[in-house]
């Protein structure tokens, strides 16, 4: 399932080397991260960790496009990103990130013909075919004011996966879900993987969450946020083992060493 | 404490719901009426309606304040008579071309002022500058400018109108939350298209209410002005249907005038903005 010697192999998907990020408040200019590097591979499920302050919402954005890095360079594919697009699909941890005016079946073919991914009937066959995939077939002409908070989040991943995009850029989705609902959520996030296997790039603040999803952990140290490891995660057979709980308190000491 | 929990045993239950009572009772037809907001402001203007005509019994005098059932009167044989539909038409094409006249110019204001700062400056500061003038005042300078007939209600009535719609809008544009934003940029819309096909939908609420406000000011002024001149062309609207017969002291045919003003108003309100949102805003659950 990991495949470390695969990854080696091949060129990586994204590159980030020396990002530096600033943005200003009305009386400062904040260093949000300092001279991140990382690479991720195609296939990987990457997993930005690191306690609220270290930079990697921002981090992610940046990756995203919607921010410049004063120094450094990101990269995807060997292309310089400049701005978002399409290629780097977001899912984000509001639930307003649906567009409320379309049903969900509408908000999924609306992002791929606004954005020229697929035609209006490749648009409706894909979007039947995604949200099939997140288990809202039922729900696919509601009005996304009538579904709960994870229903919204399994529609953001079925529209982001339906954009087929190079990577899946996911800030936090299931913060803002209650515990049960969460834990359903990483599940089904790791069963749509072993469907399609997508590269995607997960920010959280916890490491339970990051060793579950994650198949390769970076993580950040705040104020400003620097690299501080890049770890291999435990692979889901061995969830629940002593692995895991080592692999816990490993990165509980890491993160908290230096305070 | 290890003693009490020992002490209590646990207890599993097996769910049945077949005894349960019914969980979505319908509601009783008398109950499901009260609930149809229609229904209640319907008997709101009965109430109105009769309180009116005894008033206007007991107070005996027409030519001060005929009865209801006098200026229903006037109003079904002025209609009949095909005066108050004419009278309606003309105000009704003037308040068009002023209304869209209005909408365009907003809609270019609030373009220019998500555009750029200057234009978000523009826009503030002509508007606080011209929101609180009323419309009636400029009347004595669209005189001199227009001379007398409908050109000079236009350009009161778009000026009633353009500093509504124009403050909702760009208010409700400012309120479009960032991630909505973020979503479009992400498909890779950018400039007006972004605007046409996420902040013109996402801000709808506020451009609605807008729209009404703007509605409103304008029915209000396009009457005003007409009182005042609105009898150049030959043919006058409402306004000047109330105005000739207020000279002739056909007191009810005055508020069969201003009983046209009322239905008008309503049925704007009531019927086309109604529906409108409905369709819209409430049934993307934007408004509730």
Redesign the interface.
């Known amino acids: 399932m990991l495949a470390p010697s695969d990854a080696a192999s091949a060129s990586p998907l994204l590159s980030v080397a020396g990002v530096t990020l600033q943005y200003k408040t009305p009386d400062a200019v904040v260093t949000a991260t300092r001279r991140v590097s990382f690479e991720v591979y195609p296939a990987d499920r990457f997993v930005l960790l690191g306690p609220s302050g270290c930079g990697k919402s921002t981090l992610l954005k940046a990756i995203?496009g919607?921010l410049t890095p004063v120094e450094g360079q990101i990269s995807l594919k060997g292309r310089k990103v400049s701005?978002?697009?399409?290629d780097?699909?977001?899912v984000?941890q509001?639930f307003?990130?649906l567009?409320?005016?379309k049903t969900v079946r509408e908000n999924v073919v609306?992002?791929l013909t606004?954005?020229?991914r697929a035609g209006q009937t490749e648009a409706e066959d894909r979007a039947r075919a995604y949200i099939d995939k997140v288990g809202l077939t039922k729900f696919i002409d509601s009005?996304?004011?009538?579904l709960s908070g994870g229903m919204k989040q399994r529609v953001a991943i079925a529209r982001g996966m339906a954009m087929e995009p190079d990577v899946l850029l996911m800030d936090e989705p299931f913060a803002a879900l209650d515990a049960l609902t969460r834990r359903k959520m990483q599940d089904e996030l790791l069963r749509l993987w072993d469907d399609t296997r997508f590269t995607v790039l997960f920010v959280t603040h916890s490491i339970e969450e990051a060793i579950r999803v994650g198949t390769r952990i970076l993580l950040l140290s705040p104020h400003p946020g620097e690299v501080k490891a890049e770890l291999n995660s435990v692979p889901p057979e061995e969830m629940g083992t002593g692995k895991q709980a080592a692999l816990e308190t490993r990165i509980n000491d890491m993160l908290f060493a230096s305070h | 404490m290890t003693d009490l929990v020992s002490f209590r045993p646990e207890i599993i239950r097996d769910v049945q719901s077949g005894d349960a009572p019914v969980v979505a009772k319908t509601l009783s037809p008398a109950e499901r009426i009260y609930r149809l907001g229609f229904v209640r402001k319907a008997v709101i203007l009965a109430v109105l309606a009769v309180a009116w005509e005894i008033y206007g019994r007991w107070l005996g005098n027409p030519l001060l304040f005929p009865t209801f059932g006098q200026t229903v009167e006037a109003f079904v044989s002025n209609v009949a008579s095909g005066v108050i539909p004419q009278r309606m038409l003309v105000s009704l094409q003037t308040l068009v071309i002023g209304y869209g006249i209005g909408i365009g110019l907003a809609a270019l204001l609030t373009t220019l002022a998500i555009g750029s700062r200057i234009g978000a400056d523009l826009l503030e500061t002509l508007t606080s500058m011209f929101n609180p003038l009323p419309a009636i005042a400029l009347l004595p300078l669209a005189l001199i400018w227009f001379g007398l007939g409908t050109g000079s209600i236009i350009f009161v009535l778009v000026h009633s109108v353009l500093w509504a719609i124009a403050l909702n809008t760009h208010a409700g544009f400012r309120s479009v939350s960032n991630t909505l934003r973020m979503v479009g940029q992400n498909y890779g819309l950018r400039g007006l298209k972004l605007v046409r096909l996420i902040l013109i939908p996402a801000a709808f609420p506020a451009i609605l209410t807008g729209l009404k406000v703007g509605w409103a000011f304008a029915w209000r002024t396009l009457i005003a002005a007409e009182l005042v001149f609105g009898v150049s062309s030959g043919s006058g609207g409402l306004g000047w249907f109330i105005y000739e017969n207020r000279n002739q002291l056909e007191t009810a045919n005055v508020f069969a005038g201003l009983f046209t003003v009322i239905l008008v108003g309503l049925f704007v309100e009531n019927v086309i903005f109604a529906n409108i949102e409905r369709r819209t805003i409430r049934r993307w659950g934007m408004q509730h």
């Open positions: 995203g919607y701005g978002p697009g399409p780097r699909m977001m984000f509001e307003d990130q567009l409320p005016w609306f992002a606004a954005s020229g009005y996304p004011h009538t």
